[in-house]
C-alpha cells in the first residue's frame, strides 16, 4: 500500500478537537484503520462509557453476549493489577468489585489487545513490547491523574492505552519502511520528523484518528494526537495531554519502550506546570511507579 502524500508544514499551535481533517490524510487513515475497527459490541461499550445515564448492568449486559471477552476479562481481572483479596469467577461480581469506568477498561483493553495477538518483530521493535508499553502508560496515567487531580484516572487509562496505537498501524500497512525509520529515530521529535517526512503523517495523527472513529472522548482524541507535541497545544484539555506526555516519558525511562530502545527527550517544563507537581506528588509517583508497571504487565500478558 503507497502511503506518501505530500509533506507536512510547520505546525501552528492547535486548538485541538480532533486531530486533522485534511482529505486526502482522513481518505488515506480510512484505507490504513479500515481493518482495524472495533467490533459493533466494543463500540456500544464507549458509546455507554460516554453517555452520563450508562449503567453497570447494561455495560454487564452487553460484554456478556461475548464469550470469549468474558473469558478473558475473568482471567484479567485476576491478575495482580487490581489486586482483588479474592479469586473472582463471576461477571457480575466483576462488575461490581470494579466499578462502571474500571469494568468498561478492562473490556476496552481485552478488545484492543486483540489487535496485538499477531506477533511482528522489526529489529528492537516487538509488538508485545508496544503492547506492554501501552498498558503500562495507560496504568501510570491512571496514576498520575489520581495523585495530580488532573481529570478522570479511569479516561486517563484509556488515553494511555490507545497513545501510541499509530505505531502499529504504521508497521502493519508500511513494514520496510517502518523498519529504516525506527533505525534512523533517534527521540519523540525526531520520529514525528521521520514519519512525517516519508508518510506525510505521523503515528499520533493517525492513532488520533482511530480514537476518533472509535468515539472516545476529546480529550483522549487530543492526548492520542499530542502527547509529543504539547507545546503545539492550545485546547481545552491541557492537563489532560499532559499526563500522558509524561507518563509516556517515564515508562520509556524505566524501560517499558515502544520501540525498544528508549529515546525520548524530557518533556518540556510546561507539561510539569500543567500538573502542579509538587514535592510531595512526585515522591507519591516516584514510590508506586514502578510497582504500578509490574502490575500493569501482568494485566498486559494475562
Not at 478488545?111 to 502508560?137: I, K, Q
Not at 507518563?247 to 500543567?274: E, F, M
Request: glycine share 6%; hydrophobic share 45%.
Amino acid at each position: 500500500m503507497k502511503t506518501s502524500i505530500r509533506k507536512s508544514k510547520t505546525r501552528r499551535p492547535s486548538t485541538g478537537a480532533g486531530p486533522s481533517r485534511d482529505p486526502a490524510l482522513e481518505r488515506l487513515f480510512s484505507r490504513m484503520t479500515g481493518a482495524s475497527a472495533f467490533s459493533a459490541n466494543a463500540r456500544e461499550i464507549v458509546r455507554l462509557a460516554n453517555r452520563s445515564t450508562g449503567s453497570l448492568e447494561e455495560l454487564q449486559k452487553l460484554i456478556q453476549t461475548d464469550p470469549s471477552l468474558v473469558a478473558l476479562l475473568l482471567r484479567r481481572v485476576n491478575s495482580p493489577y487490581y489486586h482483588l483479596d479474592r479469586h473472582v469467577q463471576d461477571l457480575t461480581v466483576a462488575a461490581h468489585l470494579l466499578g462502571f469506568r474500571e469494568f468498561r477498561n478492562l473490556a476496552i483493553t481485552v478488545y484492543l489487545s486483540r489487535m496485538f495477538e499477531s506477533p511482528m518483530e522489526d529489529g528492537a521493535f516487538r509488538t508485545a513490547g508496544l503492547w506492554n508499553h501501552c498498558v503500562a502508560v495507560a496504568a501510570a496515567a491512571h496514576l498520575v491523574s489520581r495523585v495530580c487531580g488532573c481529570g478522570i484516572p479511569a479516561d486517563a487509562y484509556i488515553a494511555g492505552l490507545l497513545h501510541d496505537i499509530g505505531f502499529l498501524l504504521i508497521h502493519r500497512h508500511v513494514h520496510r519502511r517502518f523498519a529504516q525509520l525506527v533505525a534512523r529515530a533517534r527521540g519523540a521529535l525526531t520520529i514525528l520528523e521521520e514519519e512525517r517526512s516519508a508518510y506525510g503523517f505521523d503515528h499520533a495523527q493517525l492513532g488520533a484518528y482511530l480514537a476518533r472513529q472509535w468515539d472516545f472522548p476529546a480529550a483522549v482524541v487530543d492526548a492520542v494526537q499530542f502527547h509529543h507535541s504539547v507545546d503545539t497545544y492550545a485546547g481545552p484539555h491541557l492537563q489532560f495531554v499532559s499526563v500522558v506526555a509524561a507518563t509516556n516519558y517515564l515508562c520509556s525511562r524505566a524501560g517499558w519502550t515502544s520501540l525498544g530502545v528508549h529515546s525520548l527527550p524530557l518533556p518540556p517544563d510546561s507539561v510539569y506546570r500543567a500538573l502542579g507537581l509538587d514535592h510531595l506528588a512526585l515522591t507519591v509517583i516516584w514510590d508506586e511507579l514502578l510497582p504500578t508497571l509490574d502490575k500493569a504487565t501482568s494485566l498486559a500478558t494475562a
